[in-house]
Nanobody
Framework: QLKLVESGGGSVKAGGSLKLSCVASGFGLSSFDLRWYRQAPGKERESVAQIYSVTGYTRYADSVKGRFIISRDNLKMTVYLQMSDLTPDDTATYYC?????????WGRGTQVTVSS
């Protein structure tokens, strides 16, 4: 079983930056597609960014394009989310997600709070 643990969340002012990390254990990450999701209270969980296993191709939600960057380091078993120019709309719990075929794994989340 793959275990995912997020870190790097916190409270920042609008316009600030944070870098989230998700460290995996149990299996190597090279064959997994990786995503960052977020969920705000009363809202559905949404996919923010994803990075594919083989090519490293990335995709982003329109709301974060140009501000967030997802990256991975398979040797360190870590996926990152660099977040810049944060706004209060980015306030949410951020979750790391890994998928390989029909198998998927979730982290427990890390809280990001952006004040105006």
């Amino acid at each position: 079983q793959l275990k995912l643990v997020e870190s790097g969340g916190g409270s920042v002012k609008a316009g600030g930056s944070l870098k989230l990390s998700c460290v995996a254990s149990g299996f190597g990450l090279s064959s997994f597609d990786l995503r960052w999701y977020r969920q705000a209270p009363g809202k559905e969980r949404e996919s923010v960014a994803q990075i594919y296993s083989v090519t490293g191709y990335t995709r982003y939600a329109d709301s974060v394009k140009g501000r967030f960057i997802i990256s991975r380091d398979n040797l360190k078993m870590t996926v990152y989310l660099q977040m810049s120019d944060l706004t209060p709309d980015d306030t949410a719990t951020y979750y790391c997600h890994a998928q390989r075929g029909v198998n998927e794994y979730w982290g427990r989340g890390t809280q990001v709070t952006v004040s105006s």
